[in-house]
């Protein structure tokens, strides 16, 4: 008979204090607890790394090599488990060849069918695959894009050549190239280059022919300012600098090809038709409606393409992303939008008791969006799967048949299990989130006034209909609108068009030794300290210097190649992991060793190394809730929703002047209880006289703005409007308006109501 619960006992991965829990199968259960509680903890890091370590195991070593890596959890005993699939926040990214059509799987259906019925007849479906040379556009290689120099970012025309005024590294007064144009006695280099004449300008930038009409005498291998870049930046096969990476974002901007004009494919691929469209305008086409087309292909050959496609579409339509279309590029998808593309060849799956593992699915979604993803948790557990769930959405919670609550705090005072039953038992239960559940939060009594607007003009980017904002300065302002509205559509555009900093929701970094004492520079300081405490050098504190172990060079760790099979990396047996020799150790400040150090958290950072750099540099980390962090945590084990606020502390500490910033999501990650150490963090910017905007869909936030910004009426071209732009407190008549009150939308695509018009403010700041 089979088991009917996942059965853990004594789980102890990262902060988790030898847990046990029983976890019904085939039910919806959702894991909830403050940011840090260990619930990730339980359910990524110890049952869904079990059940994907043991299904690993069942392959030849030669397979296990290219499957993904699971770490074996601390943990006493695992019963129950199945095959899993986890559906995190990680957005899929890609290069710029990876679509919304290649990521599902639907561009190989209709680039099939495209194969078999168009007009003319073109050859098999790679002559339809922009991926492959038989299909892809010569002139971009099927990128439907070219990246060419932005010229008008290459200089300052107020400034004269000594003064500066080409903004490209190495070209300025003092650089490589200078005198290649500043010594050569044709350029006047004291004038502002707005005062020179057109032709000189062009002779400068573009050489060749402009620098012939000129008339002046030029040397042999003169290179226009622009052709030099080119060849240095653009008609280079080498790998890139970092550096050189900056540079080339900097000052180049990608164009439609002029050849496809964003089709990707060759000529024959782009003329061949099915319905009379071609493949490019089917790429182009929302999803909803290609949906809706592909059914009118009647020849009886292809009809299982043809079902499969439709399959494909319906899925992507059914959990709400059928606003988008095939040809967007993976890489603009939001992380919400990225969860939910990754949940669609799951939903025609036939494979039953399976176990899937969702990483908060309601991100990126606005509250009118959460019930078409709460239907599909409940569908997956309906074919007979379990669904485990790590979400804060009460509305989430409402649908699970548990709930599990771990805490009751974070890092070392979270780890153990404060509640497991149903969501009305939690009603009753004191714990944080129980304690949550139960407040209201207020409206903003007193907004701030601003200090002048920030215009956006005539914005046209993806779905956005000529739209014109008017951000204010000096204050908070929420962006919302149901997803695919064009909330971050805007951003984009408010950051392209004037100086922002953006904190978003990346990896803060890829490298595994990163940690709070890395990221925040204060390994010297550290140093230091021991140093003056114990009267020796501060060489002695570095792992990577004399202080360190000979055996494991510092690491702690020592790693066996073992060829085809996983490497394996043991704790050394000379330092047992404490990465410096005996003698070292032996030095202490406050009772703690330099390899002590690693384990403290920030706050008790704060509390027990005293130095003011120290202190200086992890107070904002302190302030923006990650006290609980410990110093020698990998940063690569964070959440989206921790590196967005690691990034806040960094602006917190780094920045001077007043400064724009555009935050995608901040409470992502962020339990109900946290949000308000959020709000006080994204407070003290504006007090601070910066320009806050954020795009967020949680209602406590976009109550505590000062001011709204809401776009819709419904996703793709059902949006990209301004619906009402003003105080929170006027708005009505929209999807967020009912939120905010609590009432559910019937129809978010529908048009605004009369209602919201009247509240939309009027005159000059509102077009």
């Not at 074996?72 to 899929?92: A, F």
């Not at 020179?196 to 290179?223: N, Q, V």
């Not at 490019?280 to 009886?300: D, F, P």
């Not at 607007?453 to 609108?481: D, H, K, S």
């Amino acid at each position: 008979m089979a088991q009917r619960s996942i059965r853990i006992r004594e789980a102890r991965t990262n902060n988790l204090k030898s847990l046990d829990l029983d976890v019904p199968r085939g039910r919806v259960v959702v894991f909830v607890g403050l940011s840090g509680s260990g619930k990730s903890s339980l359910v990524f890091d110890t049952i869904a790394a079990e059940a994907g370590y043991q299904l690993n195991e069942t392959f030849s070593p030669f397979i296990r090599n290219r499957l993904p890596k699971w770490a074996r959890p601390e943990v006493g005993q695992i019963d129950g488990l199945s095959p899993v699939v986890v559906i995190d926040q990680r957005r899929i990214g890609g290069n710029a060849r990876s679509t919304v059509g290649t990521i599902t799987d639907a561009w190989t259906y209709l680039r099939l069918l495209f194969s078999r019925v168009s007009t003319p007849h073109v050859g098999e479906s790679n002559h339809f695959s922009f991926n492959d040379p038989a299909g892809m556009c010569p002139t971009c290689s099927g990128l439907g894009e070219r990246v060419v120099s932005a010229v008008d970012r290459f200089f300052d025309p107020d400034r004269s050549l000594r003064d500066g005024a080409i903004l490209l590294p190495g070209f300025g007064n003092g650089g490589y190239w200078y005198s290649q144009y500043a010594d050569i006695g044709t350029f006047d280099v004291d004038t502002p280059l707005r005062d020179w004449t057109r032709a000189e300008r062009d002779a400068l930038l573009f050489g060749g022919e402009h620098a012939a009409r000129l008339g002046a005498k030029l040397p042999k291998d003169y290179e226009g300012i622009v052709e030099r870049f080119e060849r240095i930046y653009l008609h280079t096969s080498d790998n890139l600098s970092d550096r050189k990476k900056e540079t080339l974002a900097r000052f180049t901007r990608s164009d439609v090809c002029p050849d496809c004009h964003g089709d990707r494919l060759n000529q024959a691929g782009r003329t061949a038709t099915v319905l009379g469209r071609t493949i490019g305008e089917m790429a182009r086409m929302e999803i909803s409606e290609l949906a809706e087309l592909v059914t009118k292909v009647t020849e009886a050959a292809v009809q299982p393409v043809v079902a499969a496609l439709k399959d494909r579409l319906d899925a992507m339509v059914t959990i709400g992303l059928g606003y988008l279309h095939l040809g967007r590029a993976t890489t603009t998808l939001s992380g919400g939008e990225s969860q939910r593309i990754k949940t669609v060849k799951h939903l025609g799956s036939s494979l039953i008791e399976m176990l899937y593992v969702f990483d908060e699915p309601t991100v990126g979604l606005h509250p009118h969006d959460v019930s078409a993803l709460t239907t599909l948790l409940k569908q997956l557990r309906d074919k007979g799967n379990s669904v485990l769930v790590v979400e804060h959405d009460p509305e989430v919670m409402a649908i699970a048949d548990q709930i599990v609550e771990v805490g009751p705090g974070a890092g070392d005072q979270g780890g153990t299990l404060v509640f497991h039953g149903t969501f009305a038992e939690l009603h009753q239960a004191r714990t944080p989130t129980a304690a949550a559940l139960s407040r209201q939060p207020p409206g903003k009594e007193h907004p701030r006034t601003p200090r002048g607007f920030i215009t956006v003009a005539g914005a046209t980017r993806n779905n956005l209909q000529n739209v014109t904002a008017e951000i204010p300065a000096a204050v908070l302002t929420v962006l919302t609108g149901v997803a695919g509205s064009g909330k971050s559509s805007l951003a984009t555009e408010l950051v392209a068009q004037h100086d922002a900093v953006v904190i978003d929701q990346k990896p803060v970094s890829t490298n595994r030794r990163s940690t709070p004492i890395t990221y925040t520079g204060i390994a010297t300081p550290i140093r230091k300290l021991f140093a003056r405490h114990n009267n020796v050098p501060a060489s002695l504190f570095s792992a990577n210097s004399e202080g360190a172990c000979p055996d494991c060079q510092g690491l702690g760790v020592i790693y066996t190649d073992l060829a085809f099979l996983d490497g394996q990396e043991t704790v050394c047996q000379t330092c047992q992991g404490r990465r410096f020799t005996p003698d070292v150790l032996r030095h202490k400040v406050d009772g703690l060793s330099i390899a002590d150090v690693d384990d403290l958290t920030i706050t008790e950072a704060i509390d027990r190394l005293p130095d003011p750099a120290i202190t200086k540099a992890l107070r904002h980390l302190g302030q923006v809730g990650l006290g609980y962090l410990r110093l020698g945590q990998p940063l690569t084990t964070l959440s989206g929703g921790e590196c967005q606020r690691v990034k806040i502390a960094k602006e917190l500490r780094d920045t001077t002047g007043p400064t724009l910033y555009v935050l995608d999501e901040p409470t992502t990650g962020l339990h109900l209880r946290d949000i308000d150490t959020l709000l006080g963090v994204l407070d003290n910017l504006v007090e601070h006289g910066h320009t806050v905007v954020v795009i967020e869909h949680n209602l406590h936030v976009i109550r505590q703005a000062d001011w709204l910004i809401d776009l819709g009426p419904g996703p793709g071209k059902h949006g990209g409007r301004i619906l009402y732009q003003g105080p929170v407190a006027d708005i009505t008549g929209t999807a967020t308006a009912q939120a905010l009150r609590g009432v559910r939308s019937a129809d978010p695509g529908a048009a605004p109501t009369a209602s919201s018009e009247r509240a939309r403010p009027t005159g000059p700041r509102c077009r």
